[in-house]
Every structure is written in C-alpha cells, then in structure tokens.
C-alpha cells in the first residue's frame, strides 16, 4: 500500500484482524518519507509484515519510473533502519520451497538444507535472509493483484500508473476478472481471438485473477456496508487487497506467517 | 588561421557546416558568404530543412488561397466536412474536438498531449450513454445503504427499554463487555479490529443482551470465511434460562427417539411377510460418547454469532466429542453460511455450526491463557483433579513485564484442556451398554479401561509444560519495544483507566503469535 495513504489503508485492512501498533505506524510514518529520499524512489510501498517465532520483518519495496520493473525491496526489524535485499535468483526461489516452517525473526539463523534433503551437498544452508527474499518474491509473483485500469502501458513497454482510473463500479469490483497479477503476464497469449478482440492492450496487459489455480483461491467481501471490497488470497493466508469502488484507492498488504497453504485444495 | 574547412566553434553562424561543404581555399578567409548574415540565417542550402521555402508561392504563409471568395468557400467546405455526421455513431467531429478542447480547457490537466486519447474515449463514451440511452436507467440502490440502514439501527435505542442504572442495581457485575477497552489494549500490540468495528460490535452486543438472558459476556473474536465472516460472543446464559433450554432439548430428543420407534414398529411388521433377508451384520458401532452437560468441560460457555454488527445472533449447538475428535482431523475454510455442509474425509458429523462450535471449543482450550497466580481454585473446595472452577486471586502481584515476557512459566492455561476422547472429563463409554453384556466381557472391558482411561493437565498449568511444537510456537513478546522509559508492572483489573506505555496485555484473552494467527483460520494447534 501506497505510505502515504498507510493509516487510512490500514483502517481497510484492519477487519482481518491485522494492523499494526501506534508505535510502529508513527515510525513508519516517519521513515517511509527518508526511505524514498535515500534511495531516489518514486513510489515506497509499505509490503506488510512477516511473522516469525522471535520476532518480525517489516517490509517495504520502492518503485522508480516504470512501475513494472523489477522493484527494490528492504525489511527492517523496527520499521526505522531499513535495509536493503538483494534480488531474487532462481536459485534461491527453488531452496525456499524445501524449507518449511515459520520464520526465526533473526536474519542470520542459518536453515539446515543438507537435513531437509540430502542432496544438497553443494549449499548445505540457506539463511533467512535468502528465505526472506524468496518468500516475497513468490508472493508478490503470485498474489500481487491490482484493479484493472489502474496502470496503463505506453508504447514504449514502460509502464505508468492510469491518472484517468477513477476506481471500479461495484458491479466490477464484485468480479475477479477486474483484478489483475502485477507480475510478467504467461497467458495472454493464450487467450482465444475473440477474447483479444475486447481487450485494450494499453490496459489489459496483465494475467487476471479467473484463471487462477485452484479456482476460489480467492475470498471477495464487501466491508463496511458494502463500501470497501476487501479481496483476500486462501493460497498465501494473510494476504489482503483492499479497494474503495469509484475511487483511486486501492493496495495490498501481506500480515502473515510466510508460508504457503499448500493444503488449499482440502480446505475449499 | 589556416584556411580550413573545418568549423570553427566560436564563430559559427546558425546553421551546421557537413566537413567538405567548401572545397580548400575556395573563399578567403572572413570571406564565407554566410558571414554576410550575422545574426540571421544564411541562403538555405539544399541539404537543410526549409529549403527552397523563400520562393513565392512556397512559403507556409503562403498556403492561402490568394482569391477571397475561393478561401471562404474552401473554409465551408472543410468546416460542412468535419460537421458530417458519422454513419455509425451519430457523432461528428467538429463537435466531438470541441468538446475535448472545452474539456480541456476547463480542467487544464498537466502533459495533455500525453492523455489526449484518453480525454477523447471518456467523451465519446459520455456522449453515447446520452444519446442512445432512450430508457431510464433503474434508480440501483446499492447494498451499501442497507448496510448503513442495519449500523444506523444499532445505534438507535428501542422504546421502552429499561434505563441501565436500574440494570446495574440488579446484578453485581455488568455483563455488557468494555469491547473498547479491549481493542485499545490489543491495538497496542498490532492487533485487532478497526475501532469502527469494534464500537458496532459494542453496540451489537448490547443488542444481545436486552435479547437474551445473560449472566456474563464476553467478546471472542472474529473468524474469517470466504463469502462471509463470524463474530462470536462467548457467553455465560443465568441459571434459570438454562435448565429451561436443556429441558426443551431433552423434550425435542425424546420426541424424535418416539418416532423413530414407531418408523422401527411398522417396518417390522412389514419384514414379517416378505422372503428372508439376507444376514445382517453383527458390526457394533463404538458407543457413542456423550457430550459434556451444559455448564461444564467443553460446553462451559454458549456462543452467539452473528456474520455482521446489525445482524441477528444465532446461537451454537453444544459441542459433542465425537465432533472435536473430527474436527482434529480435518482442514477446511469456513463459507460464513452457518448451515453450508462441510465435505470431507473423515466425515463430519454436523454442519457448519457444528464445526465452527467444535473450533472455538479446541481454540479456548489450547490458547486461552493468563497470568499465573491470577486465578486460583477457590479455597473451600479439596483440591480435585477435576476442579473445573476458579476464582480470581485478590492477592495477585503482578511481575514485572521483563519477567513475564522471559519465561512462559508466568502464564497458565485457565481452560481445562480437551482430552483425546472429545471431552474435558473422562468418561467410560462401557457404562452405557451394561444391559446387553455378560458378566465376562465385562471383566474385559474393566481392563482395557484402565489402560484407556485418560487424564488430562489439571487447570492453571503452567504453558512451559505444554508438550512438543506448542512450547517452541508459543512466544511472548513486548508491545513497546523502542521506549525504555520505566518498566512498569501489568495493571490490575481495577486499576484500568490510564494506559501505562509498557505493559502486558490483559489476562483473559490470548494473545501470543500462535494463538492470534490460528483464530483467523482454523488451525490445528
């Protein structure tokens, strides 16, 4: 969620039953703004929190020009010193999946991979820090949705946000179709001729939500009367989007523990 | 200076010399025709943009029709062409650009030129819902207002309700709970509700009240499900409401058990004349196990929920123990309709309600937990291992928060745990069936039963002897971890209405990372 709309957006969020405390949300307040003077940001998202044993990581991502690049995450242990994560390999993607259970809360604890799957002689360990990466990586790959129409794509492959998005109709926020990844598209190419024919390509760039496997991952409720859509992921629990219909207002936050509900298929 | 071709930097009229222009030596220095121009642009050169526009009849200005007469006739002629009307849409382009140019004009947005084509759909699109539109749009009330309707009611008292200094007269304690000063404490942790919500849940539960007949009240918490959410009241009924509920209960068992033996009648009689069946299999069920009496184990508290504030509550089912051993078998998402089936291996025995019921029993009984020394057993009763009542401690000192957050020997569970069976209390399940057995089998079943029979950790244990994963996922932690200002110690019940800026949170409800998290969606703990 955008940090300068952060105390309304949590309000939004806030019927899932996470938030953050006073203390935090004025520490975020004031470090979001230094965070986007240091590093030159246009935009600072503030990404949710990650629950561990001991402790939690806050994380934030900042956005230059093209808000489809790939963006620069840093996590912090008390919303006031931030540091800097490095991208995510491949590599590190593929070791996170083998490592279950929740996070420490201490960025140097050391995973032993060489218990967990005794093929792995060449990276015995993985650290939390690496875990960390991966884990928002997938997330976001995953579950990072936005409302249609909100970024448009220029001729030139950059992509910006929509000043002319003036929010979706309640008849639209209802559906999935309106809500897309914010990730690399896969399957539009997939789609038949006649579905193509509809699409504006300035807007419609990007995978949408109906072709998600399993289908009913996603939780849609209307909140506060029917004024806030609030979309919740059951594939990575504690992931909650929030939009207001007819307005500009929209984001998603992640409070949760960091791991996958590979049980979704029982649980539906 | 040598005569060369090459451009001189400093001295360099407007336009751009290519290296060759000027064969060597062709002009003699300070001598370049251009230099004649100083301060304009020299005679256009074949290579620049622009030549060759200072002949007559070229020049842009010069685009005009020179004959009057012929110019206005060519202005009409482009003006009735951009006034035709489109053969599909109805629309013509004059009107179209002038209205984008008045838009634009009226909002002055910044990088037009970027957003133009933009502007231009919007008003297209706005043109076509006026035009072509020949019905009435349906005035659509959108489900927003009704929502606001059912929040405005709570607010609103009904007539003739009793004012509450009388209420607060008649019983010791007030029931309502301070929902806000709930939320305020778990706020300070990151936890909770909006303060919206928590006021309509407030107001909710004041609704419940003058409904129903309610000694004690408490909120329990929210559980999320996919089309719609839970809010559930944990309440403790007065004593005469609930002998009447157990006898209408007891009314509706007998009766159906009455039909079902008359059903059994008939369909006897009828198996008397038809062919011999085939053998019926001589496989017993186990005996069912029977569920806690109201009041006690599992089913010490009522629940009422309700999917939103303004909603009706409705009440859950007692929990039977065959639905809690269930329970701990399955894995499934609530859809936030109390009677949706719940699909799934090993069957359930019930619906939703029942399932949800099951859950808060398994959450209170693994998570509830407070400060230890804060309850104790009450003095006049022998300390049993099947104590199932507790009292406040009026002798309580509370530690110090660095103390309570170090060692989870501080806190105590002060909800009897469920045992393996489904129930608080053990039960033998021989006992139901003594009429069909002989004396043998009997012998037998007394054996096993002592190898069975299963006891669970008294009340107010400690959490630090809880077994397995429970320890290592049980954490504790400070809400204010950046202040060092004084540690100061937890507060009393009494002493509640300053917020202190350390403190640990309040005793009755859970709060540790598990426990939050597990409330949220069903979880095994």
């Not at chain 2, 009307?85 to 008045?102: M, V, W």
């Not at chain 2, 990151?190 to 303060?195: E, T, V, Y």
């Amino acid at each position: 969620m955008e940090a300068l709309s952060l105390p309304a957006a949590l309000s939004l969020v806030a019927g899932g039953g996470a938030g953050l405390s006073p203390e935090l949300r004025a520490a975020l307040g004031a470090s979001l703004p230094l965070l986007q003077r240091d590093y030159r940001f246009e935009r600072v998202w503030f990404w949710g929190c990650i629950q561990g044993v001991r402790g939690a990581y806050y994380i934030a991502q900042g956005l230059g020009p093209d808000r489809a690049a790939p963006r620069s995450r840093l996590y912090s242990l008390n919303c006031l010193d931030w540091s800097l994560l490095t991208a995510a390999t491949e590599e590190m993607l593929a070791l996170a999946e083998e490592v279950k259970g929740r996070f420490q809360g201490d960025p140097s604890f050391e995973y032993s991979l060489a218990e967990i799957n005794p093929e792995h002689e060449r990276v015995p360990v993985m650290k939390e820090e690496a875990r960390l990466i991966a884990t928002i990586e997938q997330i976001d790959r995953a579950v990072g949705i936005v409302p249609r129409g909100a970024f448009v794509k220029t001729p030139l492959g950059s992509v910006h946000e929509n000043r002319h998005f003036e929010g979706l109709s309640l008849v639209e926020a209802k559906k999935l179709s309106s809500y897309f990844h914010f990730t690399e598209p896969t399957n539009l190419k997939n789609k038949t001729l006649l579905e193509k024919a509809d699409l504006d390509p300035s807007t419609d760039f990007l995978n949408s939500l109906e072709h998600d496997i399993p289908q009913g991952s996603w939780s849609i409720q209307l909140e506060k009367g029917g004024s806030v859509v609030v979309l919740r992921s059951l594939l990575w629990l504690g992931l909650t989007f929030y939009h207001v219909p007819m307005t500009k207002q929209f984001g998603y936050v992640y409070f949760g523990t960091g791991e996958k509900n590979l049980d979704l298929p029982f649980m539906l | 200076m040598d005569p060369s071709p090459e451009p001189d930097p400093s001295h360099e009229p407007h336009s751009a010399y290519p290296e060759g222009a000027y064969p060597e030596g062709a002009y003699p220095e300070g001598a370049y025709p251009e230099d004649a121009y100083e301060g304009g642009h020299g005679p256009y050169q074949p290579h620049e943009p622009g030549y060759g526009l200072d002949q007559p009849g070229y020049s842009p200005y010069e685009d005009e029709i020179p004959d009057a007469q012929a110019r206005m006739l060519a202005i009409k002629n482009a003006k009735a062409y951009l006034l035709t009307t489109s053969t599909k849409s109805g629309l013509n382009l004059y009107d179209h650009l002038a209205t984008i140019l008045t838009k634009i004009l009226d909002e002055q947005p910044a990088n037009t030129v970027d957003i133009i084509e933009t502007i231009s759909q919007d008003v297209k699109w706005a043109q076509f819902r006026k035009k072509m539109d020949t019905l009435r749009d349906e005035h659509l009330i959108p489900p927003t207002f009704e929502a606001a309707e059912k929040c405005k009611a709570l607010f609103i008292k009904e007539a003739g309700e009793e004012e509450p200094e009388e209420l607060d007269e008649e019983m010791g304690e007030p029931a309502l709970p301070n929902v806000m000063e709930t939320a305020f404490y778990f706020e300070q942790a990151g936890i909770g509700l909006s303060k919206d919500e928590c006021y309509y849940i407030f107001l909710a539960f004041k609704n419940l009240i003058s409904v129903q007949p309610i000694q004690t009240c408490r909120f329990w918490g929210k559980i999320l499900g996919l089309e719609m959410n839970y809010i559930i009241a944990e309440v403790q009924l007065r004593e005469g409401e609930e002998e009447e509920e157990e006898r209408e209960e007891e009314e509706e068992e007998t009766v159906a058990e009455e039909e079902k033996e008359m059903g059994e009648g008939e369909e006897e009689v009828e198996q008397k004349e038809k062919e011999p069946e085939p053998p019926k299999s001589t496989y017993k069920p186990p005996p069912e196990i029977p569920k806690e009496a109201n009041g006690t184990g599992t089913n010490k508290y009522v629940y009422f929920v309700c999917n939103e504030p303004g909603k009706p509550w409705v009440k859950l089912p007692p929990v039977t123990p065959a639905q809690i051993v269930c329970a701990r078998q399955i894995k499934k998402f609530f859809t936030g309709r109390l009677d949706a089936p719940i699909v799934s291996f090993p069957p359930f025995p019930g619906n939703e309600a029942n399932y949800l019921r099951a859950q808060i029993a398994r959450i209170s009984a693994g998570t509830h937990v407070s400060p230890t020394g804060f309850y104790q057993f009450p003095e006049d009763e022998e300390e049993e291992e099947g104590g199932d009542t507790y009292e406040e401690n009026p002798e309580f000192e509370p530690p110090p928060v660095a103390e309570m957050v170090e060692s989870l020997a501080m806190w105590a569970h002060h909800v009897k745990g469920i045992l393996k069976q489904g129930r608080c209390v053990w039960i033998n399940p021989a006992q139901k069936s003594e009429e069909d057995e002989e004396e043998g089998e009997e012998e037998e079943e007394e054996e096993e039963e002592e190898r069975q029979e299963e006891t669970g950790q008294p009340l107010l244990t400690l959490i630090s002897e809880d077994e397995g994963n429970l320890r290592t996922s049980t954490s504790a932690g400070v809400t204010n971890t950046i202040q060092k200002a004084t540690l100061l110690r937890c507060p009393r019940r009494q002493r509640q209405n300053f917020p202190l800026s350390q403190e640990s949170l309040r005793q009755q409800t859970p709060l540790w990372k598990r426990s939050w998290l597990s409330r949220l969606r069903r979880k095994k703990p």
